[in-house]
């Protein structure tokens, strides 16, 4: 199995900045894409950013030229660095990982989530 583990998130006044970081361990093969997706109360989960295992990245309209993801696949890693926060980025943001298995010489995805981080953006 794999277990996410996330961290970095809290409060900050708007303008501020925050940097999320979600660490993957586990015994997959490796893992193909990773991303962040957030959720306001009472609203759907949408994606905030994703990234592939080559590097390309793709961001929500409303991040875009805020928001960097990024990621680390020696350490299974994805970050997401946020800039110039706006009281409407509040929301519980969740990792989440495409992973691979390899067994009897056959493959297969896996998809798993973090368990959300609280960010706050309020003065």
């Known amino acids: 199995q794999v277990q996410l583990v996330e961290s970095g998130g809290g409060l900050v006044q708007p303008g501020g900045s925050l940097r999320l970081s979600c660490a993957a361990s586990?015994?997959?093969?490796?893992?193909?894409?990773m991303g962040w997706y957030r959720q306001a109360p009472g609203k759907q989960r949408d994606m905030v950013a994703i990234?592939?295992?080559?590097?390309?990245?793709k961001y929500a309209d409303s991040v875009k030229g805020r928001f960097t993801i990024s990621r680390d696949n020696a350490k299974n890693t994805v970050y997401l660095q946020m800039n110039s926060l706006k009281p409407e980025d509040t929301a519980v943001y969740y990792c989440?990982?495409?992973?691979?298995?390899?067994?009897?010489?056959?493959?297969?995805?896996?998809?798993?989530w973090g368990q959300g981080t609280q960010v706050t953006v309020s003065s």
């Open positions: 989440n990982v495409d992973a691979v298995w390899l067994r009897n010489s056959r493959s297969w995805d896996e998809n798993y």
């Open positions: 586990g015994s997959m093969f490796s893992i193909n894409r």
């Open positions: 990234i592939s295992s080559g590097g390309s990245t």
